[in-house]
């Protein structure tokens, strides 16, 4: 029974965060094109890192919030996947 991904009813955001950090990156592109100092491309870096961050954050949410409740409720191999799933994601983030 699924319903599509659990950002769904979220998506246009996620397009619009994910077009917003695709902006920062070529920003920095063109500052290391252009010879621009180290500590501001750094800083610069770190902000779309922190914006992609944010992103999967909010994924992580929606996907607790929906697919693995859903599985839950539903019980069963498909409940302990979907947990896996969710525990191994976390643990990306975490490492990452």
């Known amino acids: 029974m699924d319903h599509g991904?659990?950002?769904a009813s979220h998506k246009d955001d996620y397009l619009?965060?994910?077009k917003r950090i695709e902006g920062q990156v070529r920003g920095i592109?063109?500052?290391?094109?252009?010879?621009?100092y180290c500590i501001d491309i750094l800083t610069q870096v770190s902000?779309?890192?922190?914006?992609?961050q944010a992103v999967?954050?909010?994924l992580v949410d929606e996907?607790?919030?929906h697919c693995v409740l859903d599985a839950a409720r539903t019980g069963g191999p498909e409940a302990e996947q979907k947990l896996k799933e969710?525990?191994?994601a976390i643990?990306?983030?975490v490492r990452s």
């Open 5 to 7: 991904p659990g950002y």
């Open 16 to 18: 619009k965060r994910m």
């Open 29 to 36: 592109e063109r500052m290391i094109e252009s010879d621009t």
């Open 47 to 52: 902000a779309a890192t922190k914006a992609l």
């Open 56 to 58: 999967a954050l909010g």
């Open 63 to 65: 996907h607790m919030a």
């Open 86 to 88: 969710a525990s191994a």
């Open 91 to 93: 643990a990306r983030l």
